[in-house]
């Protein structure tokens, strides 16, 4: 019977404290009985004694603020330690994991979404219920939104039908391969530069223009005023000095303008009308990102030109799921806005 009072003594105590087990522990030390200790814990707690005893008790404004504290304080522990453990884990695991995954929680990205939830779990601790819920729903969105493995997926629906294409495995040679503007850039020191991932356009067209593959290469693209600097050239004479610096025969490039793909397409359709050629249709090849050719073809049937789609280079790699692919990163919010651009083209008909 000692030992159940002595149990019950530091049961009652650590419930009901809000020093928790401290308090708890200087009870078994006090070593008082049972039936004197419970009653005055209960007197002095009344919220704790509504949840043993099913009594509704009314609390002060203070002791439910002090209430909240203490279930942020207890709930944010429980947290800290789940998250502690599955870091241990991984540790023990996978230590070069581990220290991927601690640099991405402390990328802007990241962190912020972790910011998002540790302010909505507090502003529902404090029982602003309906700002709780606001925030947890953005911190939700943005979560998906800038998910790797979901933006991944989004992408695939653009890139993956085109899987089976390459470009430099042609059958026959093309006519006229045509090279989107868009890979280059003039860089701050004025040296012309490729853009990472479009860049490979440019570079696919001198590969195909070195095996045969291209006997003509055409550069699109203008300068769009209050985007590009007036000395930086438009696109089209940038990815013709490009292609020129790559081997390729200035007298084997042209150039036609235009401020957008479709603004493009309609230039090439004008270039190779039955009436402007006056011959049997060129084998046209359209080089562009992998996620952009879908859009390329919706356009060129749309003005009437008959072309290959080249992907030139794809923004999704091959998923290894890992946990910081469901995780909100960089390259996540990237991948889904190259997807959302194209969707959002597509409804407006662009």
Known sequence: MKLVSVLCTFIAQTATSPSG??????????GQPWNITLPCVFRDRQRSFARITGVKTTMTEAEQKQSRWLSIRTW????????????????????????????ELVMPACFVWLCLLAVASIAWFRGQTRIAWILFALWILYGVT?????????????????NDVYPLQSESP??????????????????????????????LAARMYHRGLAKHIICTGIRLEGFVRAEDGSPAQQATQMLEELGVNSSDISQIGGRNTYEELQGIAERFSPTANGGPAPHIGVISSAYHLPRVMRLADAVGVKVDPLPAEFQREPTVVNPITFLPTYSGFRSAAISLREYLAYLVKR
């Open 21 to 30: 087990w401290w308090v708890g522990v200087s009870g078994l030390r006090l």
């Open 76 to 103: 944010s522990t429980l947290a800290l330690a789940a998250v502690g453990g599955a870091l241990a884990a991984l540790f023990h695991h996978d230590r070069l994991m581990l220290e991927k995954l601690i640099v």
């Open 146 to 162: 800038g998910n790797t493995f979901l933006a991944d997926q989004l992408l695939a629906t653009l890139e993956e039908r085109y």
């Open 174 to 203: 093309y006519d006229y391969v045509i090279v989107l503007g868009g890979g280059t850039y003039m860089a701050p020191n004025h040296s012309l530069q490729l853009r990472a991932g479009a860049g490979n356009r440019v570079v």
